[in-house]
């Protein structure tokens, strides 16, 4: 009924698929920085100031302690939320960090 809105769904297919191309290209390079800092374990701010890689544990213990232990959920927004800080971290609990930590298996080194 309204004169100005297309009515050819080929018309309507290719606006969105213009529009998503246009959003996703704008995107990506935000979505790819950020999950780039996400692996190195760094805040966009610590990125800014030159400290990247300052708490870089590897790839794998980074991502998996700002998204959580199950990979396959990483890409889901429906996983449950967490606080994001991984306790057995050095970099998170004073305790730690003056004493020898085995992350892996747990426990306190000598």
């Known amino acids: ?7 050819d769904p080929k ?6 698929a213009i ?6 290209f704008i995107l990506m390079p935000f979505a790819l920085f950020h999950l ?9 701010l610590e990125a800014l100031k030159g400290k990247i ?5 590897s790839v794998y213990r980074n991502l998996k302690q700002a998204f959580g232990p199950r990979w ?5 927004p429906l996983h449950p939320a967490r606080s994001g800080v991984d306790q057995t971290s050095k970099a ?12 892996e298996r747990g426990q306190r080194g000598s």
């Open 1 to 7: 009924s309204d004169p100005g809105i297309p009515r």
């Open 11 to 16: 018309v309507v297919v290719i606006a969105n």
């Open 19 to 24: 529009v998503i191309l246009v959003v996703g």
């Open 36 to 44: 780039y800092l996400a692996g190195r374990n760094t805040t966009t």
């Open 53 to 57: 890689g300052a708490h870089d544990q």
């Open 72 to 76: 396959w959920l990483w890409g889901s």
């Open 92 to 103: 998170c609990d004073p305790l730690l960090a003056s004493q020898s930590f085995d992350v």
